[in-house]
């Protein structure tokens, strides 16, 4: 409890902070304040600066932010020839002096801004939206991806796992949390309150996510876990109103349902890799009778491929699969689906395992996102997602992925060395199965 308490009391002085600054004000132009504060020595002088200039970009309308990060990216940008001579220089004399000199000279000015912003308390999360608002707008000026290489940066390293916080969310978790918990959950919606209760009150039922110090209310992953007995193979099963609980003692299989990243802002860095490894270790520990760690994971990008690869194809039986995938809900129901199973897992085999991206690594986010982590596919399900969303993304099809504590490290190593896929046997036996030659029967 002791440590609880110390942790406890750290946020509060966080929070207390945070007031710190709030009302200063500072009639300069924003340049002017950047400028300054990278000019600036004195600590409490330059933390004045950094409210300052928050409270300045708060108020700046979409262009005026545009025109902002432009200056960053042009502005505060590192010098190549300072770059080159300081290399030389190093390659000449290999001293601790010339080394400082040259990774001075090739760090962008902007990231020793950046840095100097983040001395206010609460400059963290506003950093963090700041990054959002560049990240919308990038689409239209690529130029500014210099100045989101930095925010990546620097991201990476203040929210390291040695920084994270994992903490359980429940139904007695502060309402404000859980109200992000409705916002931010990506993969299955949840519709209101009593379906929120559904997915964390029962004993059957487990959600966790992490948290970082700097940002005390704001999770930055989380996942959401179902305790069964064996692997269910439909979220309808999973997240029925109607289904029956499970004693948390006799369930067998702890299903990762869903994962949802929560701060747009911190694209690119990587949490739920870490969440899930340890969730499931913790999960080991403390439920001895969870033997299988699975997902039961969307295949968002299937849809998108078949489309494109097939985009030319006269073939009858890729026809009525183009026109079933295309269709509205509930087109095709009961016998009438059935011949379409056998076909359409033998493409979900063909993108799984042989379609890649420039590189290596396999076209599907979520399987990059998990195979990465060291998990390998496990079975593909059919009509598991009757949604609407999971229509339209995969014909309904799911898949699971096995992460098995034993291998994981190994698989993680194969994956790393070169993007290695370990695949349960019955899903690389649909490789042998020409979808284009099954006439598709239909009931």
């Known amino acids: 409890m002791g440590r609880i308490s110390f942790f406890s009391e750290i946020l509060t002085n966080v929070f207390d902070q945070r007031r710190m600054f709030k009302s200063v004000r500072d009639d300069r132009h924003i340049d002017e304040l950047c400028r300054a504060l990278l000019s600036e020595k004195g600590e409490v002088s330059g933390a004045k600066l950094s409210a300052a200039l928050l409270a300045k970009y708060s108020n700046l309308e979409p262009a005026d932010k545009t025109s902002f990060f432009a200056k960053l990216a042009e502005n505060f940008d590192l010098e190549p020839q300072d770059v080159v001579e300081a290399a030389n220089q190093y390659l000449t004399g290999r001293s601790p002096e010339n080394l400082k000199a040259l990774v001075n000279a090739a760090e962008p000015r902007r990231l020793e801004l950046l840095r100097r912003v983040n001395q206010v308390p609460g400059a963290t999360e506003q950093l963090v939206r700041m990054r959002a608002d560049l990240l919308s707008q990038m689409g239209e000026n690529p130029e500014l991806a210099r100045v989101d290489a930095d925010f990546e940066h620097l991201f990476s390293s203040w929210f390291n796992r040695g920084f ?56 930055l992953v989380f996942v959401e876990i179902a305790l069964t007995m064996g692997i269910p193979t439909s979220i309808d099963d999973v997240l029925a109103e109607t289904r029956e609980h499970v004693v948390e003692t006799t369930a067998n299989t702890a299903v990762f349902y869903s994962i949802s990243n929560c701060q747009r802002g911190l694209r690119g860095v990587s949490f739920g890799n870490f969440l899930i490894k340890q969730v499931a270790s913790d999960l080991s520990l403390d439920l001895p009778n969870i033997k299988n760690f699975v997902t039961l994971s969307p295949i968002p990008g299937f849809t998108r491929w078949f489309s494109d690869e097939y985009a030319q194809s006269d073939n009858a039986t890729i026809e009525k699969i183009r026109m079933f995938l295309g269709s509205t809900q509930g087109t095709l129901d009961g016998a009438n689906l059935a011949g379409y199973e056998k076909p359409l897992k033998a493409l979900v085999a063909r993108y799984f395992l042989n379609e890649k991206q420039p590189g290596g690594k396999p076209i599907d986010p979520v399987a990059r996102f998990h195979l990465g982590n060291g998990a390998s596919l496990m079975q593909l399900n059919w009509m598991a997602d009757r949604s609407e969303k999971g229509h339209s993304r995969s014909g309904g099809m799911m898949v699971n992925y096995l992460y098995d504590l034993d291998t994981i490290e190994a698989n993680h190593e194969a994956y790393a060395q070169s993007y290695e896929i370990k695949a349960a046997r019955d899903i690389r036996a649909l490789l042998k199965v020409d979808p284009e030659k099954l006439v598709l029967q239909e009931a």
């Open 164 to 219: 994270l916080v994992l903490k359980p969310i429940d139904w007695k978790t502060p309402a404000n949390v859980l109200e992000k918990i409705i916002e931010y959950e990506a993969v299955h919606a949840i519709n209101d309150w009593d379906d929120l209760r559904r997915r964390l009150e029962p004993e059957d039922r487990r959600c966790f996510a992490f948290f970082h110090p700097a940002m005390p209310e704001e999770p």
